[in-house]
């Protein structure tokens, strides 16, 4: 949680705990470099510290592609895939501040856009947790949810 790693295959990356959290992963195909971030909330302007830059979406994007990027990933080749961002409370009225689960999936999408890089695929909303396995061979993000079954995507 609020973390990023960088994995060459045959190496998976894996993440638990997918609330409202969205895992995003990122993929050079030719060079097989992933990277894998979990991020917490949608943006580090709002924040009050921004010491873990890998809680916010904007900057553990950034990160994560200047990580790959040292590892041989090519930045205009990347593309990616998404999970998480739940509802997972009830919450009365209609504040969007409390919906942090499609506010983080929103912000991921913008800043995967704004670095050039085509989402895939995505699985997030709901209200259920999620547990993420990304394949640095294939692509392939593996999905374990909390009572709604298994996928690929």
Not at 118 to 146: K, M, P, Q, W
């Amino acid at each position: 949680m609020a973390d990023f790693k960088i994995a060459s295959a045959p190496d998976k990356l894996m993440t638990a705990g997918l609330g409202s959290c969205i895992g995003i992963c990122v993929l050079d195909k030719k060079s097989k470099i992933a990277g894998l971030a979990h991020i917490m909330l949608p943006s580090s302007t709002q924040a009050k510290s921004v010491q873990n830059r890998a809680k916010f979406a904007d900057t553990a994007i950034e990160d994560l592609l200047q990580e790959m990027k040292k590892q041989g990933a090519r930045t205009n080749a990347l593309v990616a895939k998404i999970a998480g961002g739940a509802q997972m409370f009830k919450f009365s009225g209609e504040s969007d501040i409390l919906k942090i689960g499609e506010r983080n999936a929103i912000a991921v999408k913008e800043n995967l856009k704004q670095q050039g890089i085509r989402l895939l695929a995505s699985d997030v909303g709901g209200n259920y947790g999620r547990t993420i396995t990304f394949d640095a061979e294939t692509g392939e993000l593996f999905i374990r949810t909390i009572g709604h079954g298994e996928r690929v995507i």
